[in-house]
């Protein structure tokens, strides 16, 4: 049995929150019989308004992106159905499944320098009721659209479907259609603390949603923890920490790339805190889980995906000499 785990499958930041927002989740304990009060969730809406350069009344809070999609889904999703780039957050296509909704594939090209056809995505978003684009893209890390593609996507299909720019990885990539939710009132922008921000315990996350998207989360702008409302304002507080972190990322992610490749294989350019690596072996999930690391198996993608969170620089070093074992022997 090995002792020390690494998990490098969740994209959870590496790094723990800085020592000022763990204390100020720590003085919130005492007051957990109380429910957050309306001035807590109005001072994170300010900070994040300054933050995302969109206004308060177009910020929605909420326990995590994936309860948002959620909402969105029961919300929007009707007979038309969805269309997605593919292969996209694999939760939101079980969310599909689950609930019989029926969507319809926009495929993409890892390695092209434009991944997806706009005019394809464009037809068929004309005649769904939802449109989902993680961006970047999950599991590749790749810019599915830049600002001007959404925005033209948008003007095309503005009396119809709802467009869900899912940016979870934004602080990696910082591409963002933020400036566009005031004008649009069809346009959704999801954001997470999960990642960049090294708060994925608390669950929390937010929206910023044009003003016929935000029907969508009617109620539900006060359902998250006094202790994640209070990591997040003292979080957006010390920003600094955050740009530090994600500086040591990303540098980790393109050292780790580098090497990937001089192995002689193949990983698309990310822009996010992972990379889509194909093996080629058969069943090296299993192989690596045998030596305590933990990735996310893409096998359906071609044999021997996987996806590879970026850790620190030791849990990428133990990764990438098993990894090299594991080719050694193969």
Known sequence: MVDNIIRLDRNESPYPPPRIVLDEIRKTVSKANRYPSRELYDRLLYYLSNYTEVSTSHIVVNGGSDHMLELVTWMFAGDKGVTLVY?????????????????RLVSMDYFSDKPIDLGELITYSKNSDLVYIDNPNNPSGRIMVKPKEIEELVIETREKPIIVIDEAYYEFSKVTAASLIESYDNLIVLRTFSKAWALAGLRIGYALAGKRALKAFYGMQYRVSLPALAGAIKALE???????????????????????RVLGLKTPQSSANYLLIFTGIKNIPSKLKHHGIYVKDYSHLGEGAIRVTIGNRRENRIFLNTLKEILLHS
């Open 238 to 260: 010390n920003s600094s920490y955050m740009y530090r972190i994600v500086k040591r990322i990303i540098d980790e992610r393109e050292r780790l790339r580098r090497k990937i």
């Open 87 to 103: 292969p996209c957050f694999n939760v939101f296509v079980e969310l599909l499944k689950l609930h019989g909704i029926k969507y």
